[in-house]
C-alpha cells in the first residue's frame, strides 16, 4: 500500500491540520460591518467593481495600480470615469458616484496600505505556453503591500491561483515582509475568496452570487466574511483556504471538460453521419425522476463549437493541476487526467476546424494553399469585444502554416490591440473569398443571407464552427457545407 502514494513529505510536514469545517452556511449570516478602510490592489475586471460596491456600502476605499507608461487608468478613475470598455450595468454610474463622493481613490503607491483594514489582491495571474502560473504580478503585490502590515490587518486573495498557493507562497512573502506570523490575533489576517465576474455583469455577480471565503483560521474567515456582508446578498459561506481554492479552480475545470465531452461527441456525430443537435435534443430531453431527482440527474451536454477561449477556462484547469503536482500531500498514480486531455481537446478545435475547411476545398478541387478564406469572428465569445486567448488565433496560424491567406471579420474587437487586421465591413470581407468560416457566434451574423454569400463568395463553401447555418439550405443552394457536429449525411436526401 505504501509505494502506491508518494507522500509528500516536504509540504506534509508543514500542514498542521486546520479547521475545515464551514463556519457559516449561507444562513446565519455574521453581522455586515461598514466604515472599513479598504485597499484593493489591481483595476481591473474584478478589482474595480468590487472596490465600487465597498466604497458605496459605506467604507473608504483606496484602489492601487501600477502606474502604466501615461498611467491614464489611474487619471480616468480619478476623474470619475469607467476604464472597462463594453456594456457593464451600473458600473460607470457607481465609479462616478463614490469618487465624486471621495469614498473612493485610486494611486500607485503602497504606502497607502498602512492606515487600512483590509487588503484585497486582484492582480492577474496568467498561466504561460507551459501551463505554468506566472505569478509576477502576484509576488510583487505581497511584497510591497507586506511592507506595510501590522497585526490586525487582513489580506485576502481575490485572484483566481493553483490550490495551496495562498500557504505556500503568499503567505511565506507576507510574513517575511512585516516580520509578522499570519493569523489573528497576534498577527495579520490571511483569506483566499474568489471572484465569480463575468463580463457584462459585474456588478450583478459580485452582489448576487453566493462567496466562498477560506481563511487561515476561524478568525480571519469570520471577519472577512462581515466586511462582505455589506455588499454580497447571495449567501457568505466560510471554508479553510485550499478548500477554497481548489473550488474555484474546479469551477472552471468542470465547466471545460463539459464544453470537451460535447465536442468529442461532435466528433463522433461527423464520422457517423448525424446531427449533434439531434442527439443532444435526446439526451438532454432525459427527465429526472421527481420522487428523488439527484439519483437520476438530467444531462446538460453543452454545445461544440470552434474552440474554448476567455481568460478562465483556459487557465484554471492548468492552475488546479500545477497545484496537484507541486502541493499534493498524496499523490495517486491514476493513469490519465480527465481535465487534461479535455483542454487538449478543446484546443485541438481551431485545427479541427481547418481540417473541415480543406476537406470542403478538396471536394470543390481547390487547393487551400494560396486560397483566400473569410474568417467571421474574432472575439472568444459572441456579442462581445474580448478576444483574450481566442481560438481564432490558433485557427489563423494553421490556415497560415498550410499556405492560405484571410480577411478576418469582427464588429466589435479593436485590432489596435491585436497583431491581425480586422475588417469592419462584412461584404469586403466575403467578397471573393474561396469559403466562409464561422469561428463567433455574434448576432449579427444571423442576418447573413444564402443569396448574399451566393453572389460574394468566389468558391461556395461555408464551414460553420458555431451551429449558425442550416445545412439543409445551404447544400440545396448549391454550397459544399462542413459544420462541428453536423455529419456528412446532413442536410442531403440520405437522410
Ligand atoms: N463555449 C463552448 N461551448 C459551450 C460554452 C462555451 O464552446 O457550451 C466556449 C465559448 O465559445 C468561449 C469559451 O467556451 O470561447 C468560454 O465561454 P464561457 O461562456 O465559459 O465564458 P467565460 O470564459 O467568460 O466564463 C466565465 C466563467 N466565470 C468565471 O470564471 C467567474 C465561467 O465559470 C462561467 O460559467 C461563464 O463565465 C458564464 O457562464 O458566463
Given at each position: 500500500m505504501k509505494d502506491k502514494f508518494n507522500v509528500n513529505s516536504e509540504v506534509a510536514k508543514q500542514l498542521e491540520p486546520r479547521a475545515?469545517?464551514?463556519?457559516?452556511?449561507?444562513?446565519n449570516l455574521p453581522i455586515a460591518t461598514t466604515g472599513k478602510k479598504i485597499a484593493v490592489i489591481g483595476m481591473g475586471y474584478v478589482g474595480i467593481p468590487i472596490a465600487v460596491l465597498l466604497a458605496d456600502a459605506g467604507n473608504i476605499v483606496t484602489g492601487i495600480q501600477k502606474k502604466s507608461e501615461n498611467g491614464w487608468k489611474i487619471e480616468w478613475l480619478n476623474e470619475g470615469?469607467?476604464?472597462?470598455?463594453g456594456y457593464e450595468p451600473e458600473l460607470p454610474d457607481l465609479i462616478k458616484k463614490v469618487v465624486n463622493k471621495g469614498k473612493f481613490k485610486v494611486t500607485d503607491?503602497?504606502?497607502?496600505?498602512?492606515?487600512?483594514d483590509f487588503i484585497l489582491i486582484d492582480v492577474q495571474t496568467p498561466t504561460d505556453d507551459d501551463h505554468v502560473p506566472r505569478y509576477e504580478s502576484l509576488k510583487e503585490a505581497c511584497h510591497e503591500l507586506g511592507k506595510f502590515l501590522h497585526p490586525g490587518k487582513i489580506v485576502i486573495l481575490e485572484s483566481t491561483v493553483a490550490p495551496g498557493t495562498t500557504e505556500y507562497l503568499v503567505k511565506p512573502i507576507l510574513e517575511e515582509e512585516s516580520g509578522l506570523k499570519a493569523g489573528l490575533p497576534d498577527g495579520f489576517g490571511l483569506c483566499f475568496s474568489y471572484e465569480r465576474v463575468m463580463v457584462k455583469r459585474l456588478i450583478h455577480n459580485i452582489r448576487e452570487y453566493p462567496k466562498i471565503v477560506g481563511g487561515i483560521d476561524q478568525e480571519s474567515t469570520r471577519v472577512a466574511m462581515e466586511m462582505y456582508h455589506s455588499i454580497i446578498k447571495g449567501g457568505i459561506y466560510g471554508t479553510d483556504l485550499i478548500t477554497a481554492e481548489i473550488s474555484k479552480t474546479v469551477e472552471n475545470a468542470y465547466r471545460d471538460v463539459q464544453i470537451s465531452f460535447a465536442n468529442e461527441v461532435a466528433l463522433l456525430c461527423e464520422s457517423l453521419g448525424t446531427d449533434f443537435y439531434d442527439v443532444r435534443k435526446f439526451v438532454n430531453g432525459l427527465?429526472?425522476?421527481?420522487?428523488?431527482?439527484t439519483t437520476n440527474p438530467v444531462r446538460n451536454m453543452h454545445s461544440p463549437g470552434a474552440g474554448v477561449g476567455g481568460h478562465c477556462l483556459p487557465k484554471d484547469t492548468w492552475l488546479l493541476i500545477h497545484g496537484y503536482n507541486k502541493y499534493a500531500i498524496v499523490k495517486n498514480n491514476y493513469p490519465t487526467s480527465i481535465m487534461a486531455n479535455a483542454r487538449y481537446l478543446n484546443d485541438w478545435m481551431p485545427i479541427h476546424m481547418v481540417d473541415l475547411l480543406e476537406a470542403a476545398l478538396t471536394e470543390c478541387?481547390?487547393?487551400?494553399?494560396n486560397s483566400t478564406i473569410a474568417v467571421?469572428?474574432?472575439?472568444?465569445?459572441?456579442?462581445?469585444d474580448d478576444s483574450r486567448n481566442t481560438p481564432t488565433v490558433p485557427f489563423l496560424e494553421e490556415l497560415k502554416k498550410r499556405g492560405a491567406t484571410y480577411k478576418i471579420h469582427d464588429p466589435?474587437?479593436?485590432?489596435?490591440?491585436?497583431?491581425y487586421c480586422i475588417e469592419r465591413d462584412l461584404d469586403n470581407v466575403l467578397h471573393d473569398s474561396d469559403a466562409l468560416v464561422i469561428m463567433t457566434k455574434h448576432?449579427?451574423?444571423?442576418?447573413?443571407t444564402i443569396g448574399k454569400l451566393q453572389t460574394l463568395l468566389r468558391t461556395k463553401i461555408i464551414i460553420d464552427g458555431?451551429?449558425?447555418?442550416d445545412p439543409v439550405k445551404c447544400i440545396s443552394a448549391g454550397f459544399v457545407f462542413r459544420g462541428v457536429g453536423k455529419g456528412k449525411r446532413v442536410g442531403t436526401s440520405e437522410l
Open positions: 475545515a469545517k464551514p463556519l457559516f452556511d449561507g444562513q470615469r469607467c476604464p472597462i470598455g503607491n503602497y504606502s497607502s496600505i498602512k492606515d487600512v427527465p429526472n425522476d421527481p420522487s428523488s431527482p478541387n481547390k487547393d487551400i494553399k467571421l469572428g474574432y472575439a472568444f465569445l459572441e456579442n462581445s466589435y474587437v479593436k485590432d489596435s490591440e491585436i497583431r448576432d449579427v451574423y444571423n442576418s447573413i458555431r451551429n449558425l447555418f
